[in-house]
């Protein structure tokens, strides 16, 4: 299996804590470089969790939020993606949910393709 399937998954596969590689990011040297955007890791437990990544796609940040806690079905959860579609409709961003468990959103300027690279 490519790092890219573990990543993404493939269909009729399912993902264990042993596919991953843990890496601690203070291990990679950032370089002078001032960044325009930052790609930010969130995990949404409740709606508290909502306004820090509002704010960062506010700020111009790709967030990926880890939704496994909720069920898609779950009315909070149905909340939380209607106040993010509104966000990410707000700054001319983009929205989608991955399988069951992530929910990326994206400023203005980046779009999210819907299709899958490789077969």
Do not use: C, W
């Amino acid at each position: 299996m490519g790092l890219m399937s573990k990543i993404l998954g493939e269909s009729g596969s399912s993902r264990n804590t042993e596919d991953y590689v843990e890496l601690d990011a203070n291990e990679f040297e950032m370089t002078g470089t001032e960044l325009e955007r930052q790609v930010r890791i969130a995990r949404i437990s409740d709606k508290q969790d909502v306004i820090d990544i509002k704010d960062a796609v506010y700020d111009g940040d790709v967030v990926v939020a880890d939704i496994t806690r909720h069920s898609t079905q779950d009315r909070t959860m149905e909340h939380i993606s209607d106040e993010l579609k509104q966000v990410a409709n707000e700054v001319g961003g983009d929205i989608v949910q991955k399988d069951d468990d992530q929910l990326i959103i994206t400023p203005a300027g980046v779009g999210i393709s819907r299709e899958r690279l490789g077969r």
